[in-house]
């Protein structure tokens, strides 16, 4: 017997990519099943993945890290440059707005009116000795090309500002709380410091880091030589323990927590010895500001 087709065959539908429901697909991702038109095909180690697929894949795998642990990242040190670059501006800036330094710089008298000055200060220069910025510029730019891809951007950009910050702290406890201070060497004395304890962490010849770290803080001590060897001090121990905790934190899941809890209580302390170097400002000064 034969037999008709129906008289009403319902019509199959083609599949269509869910990213772009007005062109039909039948090529399916390998991943998921879905279909996925040419532009949202990837290939893949194994036939043709879509790209959904694909980010949840380069999602799930996790940055390479540096043996500190900071992100692996190409190209040039960004964060190195981006602080030469602010120093440069201040500086132009000091010409061009002659109140500014007197506005930044860091005198203990300061401290608890214009807290701020303990960091604006780390990026003024003297416009009568050209010698300083270039220095401090210099000694950054060398040690960053070499610190910052070690311990990665955030890690370093933190280890600066921080030993810049202790550099403050130790104007405020050992100098007359009356001379203002301007530059950046306590946040390049940390670095320093911070390159001496990474290459002692990493078997290295720290010699000649040690000789030039002694040299330096030596000149801060010649007479005539006007140099804030305070800034000096407090910016390389403040530097040199916050790479130890970058560099001697155990490996494991939990590293990323137990370095940045280290910095948190050394910033604490820090902020102590604002409080209590604060006290010990004579208050007959309050009226000098």
């Known amino acids: 017997m034969a037999f008709g087709l129906p008289a009403h065959q319902p019509e199959m539908q083609a599949p ?56 692996v990242r190409e190209g040039k040190t960004l964060v190195t440059f981006s602080l030469m670059a ?15 330094e007197r506005e930044l710089l860091y005198a203990g008298v300061y401290t608890g009116s214009e807290p701020w000055r303990m960091l604006t200060a780390t990026f003024l220069h003297s416009t009568g000795f050209l010698m300083h910025i270039a220095f401090n510029m210099y000694a950054l730019y060398a040690i960053g090309q070499t610190l910052e891809p070690m311990l990665g951007r955030l890690r370093f950009l933190v280890l ?7 550099g403050s702290v130790a104007v405020l406890l050992l100098e007359d709380p009356r001379v203002g201070v301007v530059g950046a060497s306590g946040a390049v004395f940390g670095l320093f410091g911070a390159l001496l304890v990474v290459m002692k962490a990493r078997g290295g010849n720290y010699m000649p880091i040690l000789i030039l770290i002694g040299i ?29 905790v970058f560099a001697y934190a155990p490996r494991g ?7 940045w809890s280290g910095v948190a209580l050394i910033v604490a302390v820090l902020l102590f010895l604002t409080w209590w170097g604060w006290q010990l400002v004579p208050g007959k000064l309050f009226d000098a500001v």
């Open 160 to 166: 600066y500002l921080v030993s810049g910050f202790g």
């Open 86 to 100: 602010a120093c440069f501006a201040v500086f132009l800036g000091q010409f061009a707005i002659p109140s500014l």
């Open 253 to 259: 899941p939990r590293r990323a927590l137990v370095q």
């Open 16 to 71: 269509v990519c869910p990213r772009h429901p007005d062109r039909p697909s039948y090529v399916r991702c390998q991943r998921c099943g879905r279909p996925a038109c040419p532009e949202c095909q990837r290939s893949a180690a194994v036939g043709m993945q879509c790209v959904e697929c694909v980010a949840e894949s380069n999602a799930a795998v996790r940055s390479p890290r540096t043996a500190f642990g900071g992100t």
């Open 216 to 244: 330096n803080l030596v000149l801060g001590f010649l007479p005539g030589v006007n140099i804030s060897w305070q800034a000096h001090l407090g910016g390389l121990i403040t530097g040199a323990a916050v790479s130890a």
